[in-house]
């Protein structure tokens, strides 16, 4: 069984407090002793899309911050450019993006950094004999980083039921080729009774697959894709999805990538899931989603499977049903169930509560 640690956390809680409980949480993980003056350091973290407001807020870093540039002078955040158009897809935009949601040296005394540089294209690849990826295509900071810290927000997905550890490694870590190969057997098609012609999926297609035709939009297989962006923009759901042959492949993929990820790091690795202010979509979502669920809590792991299906159970548990499953219609335990068997993890788990007594 892996180790999970826990501590709960309520909604209205303040930033210095969360703060504390997530350097409980890292002295779990027990990855200090890896690191040295010289070594880099990535806090891997979804920066949160214009608008968005369920990411996880620097402040809430601040104790880990001093407690790493105490150790080393080569601590950096880091996330990779999207897909699809938006505020991320590009270097540039996306540091001010991060700046202006708190994330910048002069806020925090480290460094931001783009893993997949300029325009997504800074990867290297890395074979493996696995059964859906035989050449994972990762940003290649990650190659040259010594201790991965990875921070995840838990939310639904439209394309992989649950986003959380896992999906930020796998997705996450990605080269836009990675992220190009994870999606490639997603197909979205129009249903034009449900299509009012609003406009919104022609503004986000990356790729301009969707046109408009006499009554409805219309996607072009052939340019699509496969990002999914549409599906979550459409504000009348009018986008269905089909897959090729198999679809739980993009999830399963995914899983084969984080296998790739967590592997550089032989140990190195620790994992924080974030169950606040959780939202039906990601934090690619621009605008300020309700949150389906009051706040449980923050979770820890060095193994991300184990940390996932212990953050799906937390929250199943709560709702007294499998929530997950209702908010999207994809069965999240695909990508979990296939991570455990390739071996990235284990789906068994002993969670071990942190309870305040024991750190205030
Ligand atoms: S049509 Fe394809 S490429 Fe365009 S937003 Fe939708 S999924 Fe992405
Ligand atoms: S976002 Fe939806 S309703 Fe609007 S044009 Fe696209 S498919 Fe039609």
Redesign the pocket.
């Known amino acids: 069984m892996a180790d999970v640690y826990f501590i709960g956390t309520k909604g209205s809680e303040e930033a210095d407090s969360l703060a504390r409980k997530v350097e409980v949480l890292y002295d779990a993980l027990d990855v200090e002793t890896h690191i040295r003056r010289d070594s880099f350091v990535a806090l891997k973290i979804h920066f949160g899309e214009k608008d968005n407001t369920g990411y996880i807020r620097p402040e809430w870093l601040s104790r880990l911050i001093s407690r790493l540039t105490q150790k080393t002078r080569r601590a950096f955040f880091t996330d990779t450019n999207t897909?699809?158009v938006g505020n991320r897809s590009n270097a540039c935009e996306h540091l001010k993006l991060a700046r202006d949601h708190g994330f910048s040296l002069e806020a925090l005394g480290i460094p931001v950094w783009i893993a997949d540089g300029l325009i997504g294209r800074d990867d290297d690849e890395i074979e493996v004999d696995l059964p859906r990826v035989r050449s994972a295509k990762i940003a290649s900071t990650f190659l040259f980083t010594d201790v991965l810290l990875c921070f995840s927000h838990f939310t639904g997905h439209i394309l992989s039921g649950v986003g959380a550890a896992l999906k930020n490694l796998g997705m996450g870590c990605a080269s836009r080729a990675g992220k190009l190969e994870q999606?490639s057997d997603?197909h979205?098609w129009v249903k034009s009774k449900k299509c009012t012609l609003c406009g919104m999926?022609f503004d986000?297609?990356?790729?301009?697959?969707?046109v408009e035709e006499a009554e409805a939009a219309f996607?072009?297989d052939e340019?699509?894709?496969?990002?999914?962006?549409?599906?979550v923009v459409c504000p009348t759901g009018a986008?269905g999805l089909s897959w090729d042959d198999d679809k739980n492949r993009i999830q399963e993929k995914m899983a084969e990538y984080a296998f790739c990820v967590h592997n550089l790091f032989e140990g190195r690795a620790g994992y924080l899931n974030f169950l606040i202010r959780m939202t039906r979509d990601c934090d690619c979502m621009s605008k300020d989603a309700p949150s389906f669920m009051e706040d449980i809590g923050i979770l820890a792991s060095r193994d991300p499977v184990a940390l996932d299906k212990a953050s799906v159970d937390l929250v199943n548990d709560r709702a007294g049903t499998d929530i997950m499953r209702e908010l999207q219609p994809v069965d999240w335990s695909i990508q979990l169930r296939h991570a455990a068997e390739i071996g990235l993890g284990r789906m068994e788990y002993d969670l071990k509560n942190l309870s305040p007594g024991s750190w205030d």
């Open positions: 897909l699809y999606h997603v979205p999926c986000y297609c990356p790729t301009g697959a969707i996607i072009r340019t699509c894709i496969g990002c999914g962006e549409c599906l986008i």
